[in-house]
């Protein structure tokens, strides 16, 4: 059993670079979301999706975009990568609430942005 | 706005030394309260749903119990391998979407 899978593990970025950090659930799971955990700050929320097509804002949408074309992928875009993005970012699926369970993460993406 | 308050911020237990972490929270309309331990470098792994007050759940040394303002983590005779940071997290009802807010989490440390 796979669960979530993430990639890359670690990157480096300059700043005004765009990447793309991947995330992949193999558990058919409706529900999927993006965090980044920045000391003393907790998880944050940065964009969600309650099913294929269906994606929208977080608490921290600015500087990332998103796209939810299967049920299995969720991949997280950076456009113009800015040192404030530096951050460790999970990926998180669940079923809906009431269905039971928490969120699944991810083993993270390790970004720093210089 | 939700909120979720996690404390302590850190505990350093002796093996065997039973404690407990707090979370306190306020959210309109409560769906679900979240227990889940973080190892240094791993996402987190879920430990508990609690929906009601009065509700408890037990894993091995751990059990997880909610009031209406707060819940507790009842750690029972700890080992060194339940060292790890411990989040919570509340589920609400928020614009069509059941929101989940995280605490900052309480790092535990157990001594052999």
């Known amino acids: 059993n796979a669960g979530v899978t993430q990639t890359p593990k670690f990157q480096v970025l300059k700043t005004g670079q765009s990447m793309t950090l991947q995330c992949a659930q193999d558990?058919?799971?409706?529900?999927m979301s993006w965090y980044r955990q920045d000391p003393g700050m907790g998880l944050r929320l940065i964009h969600y999706s309650v099913g294929a097509g269906i994606t929208d804002q977080g608490e921290v949408p600015n500087g990332y975009n998103v796209s939810r074309s299967t049920t299995e992928d969720f991949p997280l875009r950076l456009l113009s990568a800015a040192p404030s993005q530096t951050s460790v970012y999970f990926c998180a699926s669940s079923y809906p609430p009431g269905q039971g369970g928490g969120y699944t993460f991810g083993s993270g993406t390790r970004l720093t942005v210089v | 706005e939700d909120q979720v308050t996690q404390s302590p911020e850190a505990l350093r237990l002796q093996e065997g030394e039973s404690s407990s972490l707090n979370c306190s929270y306020t959210?309109?309309?409560?769906?679900?309260l979240f227990w889940y331990r973080q190892d240094p470098g791993k996402g987190p792994e879920f430990l508990f749903t609690l929906y009601s007050a009065g509700e408890e759940k037990e894993k091995e040394r751990l059990k997880a119990t909610l009031t209406k303002k707060e819940s507790f983590l009842h750690i029972t005779a700890p080992k060194p391998e339940d060292s790890a940071t411990y989040l919570c997290a509340v589920q609400a009802y928020s614009g069509g979407y059941q929101k989940v807010t995280f605490g900052t989490g309480t790092k535990l440390q157990v001594i052999p």
């Open positions: 959210v309109s309309g409560l769906r679900g």
């Open positions: 558990m058919n799971h409706e529900y």
